[in-house]
């Protein structure tokens, strides 16, 4: 029970409807002094709007307005705040959730992302270390200026990634820019036809043969013949 309600001149029970409102109960006095007095105006108890409590007024004209505001989210008008998730909140740049307290406010809940792009985070380029350089280098494979020669012929010259170079593709085979002319001299030697192999040991499809200065050195690689993957030459 909430108090009495007048409809003219008849009082009821005011009951509450369990939903935030009210309704009419047993009926108490079929011609209420009181009631005839509150036809004129006056206050004829509360009512509720959207979760809030209202002052009740007789209009003067067997009906109602309503009053001042006596209590907003009131629990009599069934309000209760909301609980879980409100969404995400920020903190020192790092994003988590935002929750409901129960009381009309908000706690923090559990860290969605750290350093979040989403709350202002901007990230920063890492400090190189003392003595190192922080020269951007070349993609490993990318060309280069020049060449390099390997045993007579000319190979296309790439970028390591580590600030050097390595061997790329074959440009010329016995190249006169990558041969040492054989001073005429009788202690210019070469070698036996050989099958050429990489340092893996695999066959590398040529049967070549080597030209030697005095000191030992190869001066100049000659390509022979052809051969197939085992080193069976094709040709003289």
């Known amino acids: 029970?909430?108090?009495?309600?007048?409809?003219?001149?008849?009082?009821?029970?005011?009951?509450q409807n369990g939903k935030g409102g009210y309704m009419l109960g047993t009926l108490l006095d079929a011609n209420s002094a009181t009631c005839a007095?509150?036809?004129?105006?006056?206050?004829?108890?509360?009512?509720?709007?959207?979760?809030?409590k209202y002052e009740k007024l007789l209009d003067g004209k067997g009906g109602f307005t309503?009053?001042?505001?006596?209590?907003?989210?009131?629990?009599?008008?069934?309000?209760?705040?909301?609980t879980g998730r409100a969404g995400d909140t920020c903190i020192s740049g790092s994003k988590y959730q935002k929750l409901h307290n129960g009381r009309g406010g908000f706690r923090m809940g559990s860290l969605v992302e750290r350093n979040s792009p989403d709350c202002g985070f901007i990230p920063t380029a890492p400090v190189p270390a003392k003595n190192r350089s922080t020269k951007v280098q070349p993609e490993k494979g990318s060309p280069a200026q020049g060449f390099t020669c390997y045993r007579g012929s000319k190979?296309?010259?790439?970028?390591?990634?580590?600030?050097?170079?390595?061997?790329?593709?074959?440009?010329?085979?016995?190249s006169s820019a990558c041969t040492v002319e054989a001073p005429e001299t009788q202690s210019m030697r070469k070698s036996e036809p050989i099958c050429e192999q990489e340092a893996g040991g695999a066959y590398t499809g040529r049967r070549i043969q080597y030209y030697y200065n005095?000191?030992?050195?190869?001066?100049r690689t000659v390509v022979l013949s052809k051969c197939d993957a085992d080193c069976r030459c094709i040709g003289g």
């Not at 309503?66 to 909301?82: A, I, K, Q, W, Y």
């Open 155 to 174: 190979y296309a010259k790439v970028h390591d990634g580590k600030g050097g170079f390595i061997r790329g593709a074959m440009v010329e085979e016995n």
């Open 214 to 219: 005095k000191s030992g050195a190869i001066i």
């Open 66 to 82: 309503v009053g001042t505001l006596v209590e907003r989210n009131s629990r009599d008008c069934g309000f209760t705040f909301p």
């Open 1 to 15: 029970r909430a108090g009495d309600s007048c409809m003219g001149r008849l009082k009821d029970e005011k009951l």
């Open 37 to 52: 007095m509150d036809e004129t105006g006056g206050v004829a108890g509360d009512t509720c709007i959207s979760g809030s």
